[in-house]
């Protein structure tokens, strides 16, 4: 739906994932579905042609509308949390969430979709969220993001 270009490979997770990494792509808030497509492609292109990786890092991406897009999918090893792929889901919000606001629209559609994930046995019902801070050094989700990922522990 977004243009992305194939994966070059993929590799399955074994079994559900334990862990759900919350990250901000740190790029400019996206005005509307068109704007976020072309968001989409350029960081699908960094990460395959810059760092090598086979597809985009993540999972999942969020618009600031709360539209939800998928990057690898479900029950795919992402390249979002160096070292912490290999058992987690990466969920990226699109913005920079050091500066920008959260949306509740964008909120409410990761909480629907950690929910869904769940019911589907491709998230573990005893999941660890966590910000990619808690993993890595690194600002990422920004502060903003950060501070609400308390909304979506009490909701998954």
Request: hydrophobic share 40%.
């Amino acid at each position: 739906m977004w243009g992305a270009a194939a994966p070059k490979q993929k590799e399955a997770l074994k079994g559900s994932a334990q862990r759900v990494v919350i990250h901000h792509t740190a790029l400019q808030n996206c005005r509307g579905l068109a704007d976020s497509k072309e968001h989409l492609v350029s960081i699908q292109s960094m990460h395959m042609n810059q760092r090598d990786f086979d597809d985009i890092g993540y999972n999942f991406l969020v618009g600031g509308d709360g539209t939800v897009f998928e990057g690898r999918g479900w029950g795919v090893v992402g390249a979002h949390t160096k070292g912490h792929n290999h058992d987690s889901l990466g969920i990226a919000f699109m913005g920079n969430f050091n500066s920008d606001k959260l949306s509740e629209e964008a909120l409410l559609s990761v909480k629907r979709l950690l929910l869904f994930g769940v019911s589907q046995s491709y998230i573990h019902p005893k999941f660890v969220l966590c910000g990619h801070r808690d993993l890595a050094s690194t600002q990422c989700p920004g502060d903003n993001l950060y501070a609400a990922l308390t909304h979506l522990r009490s909701a998954a």
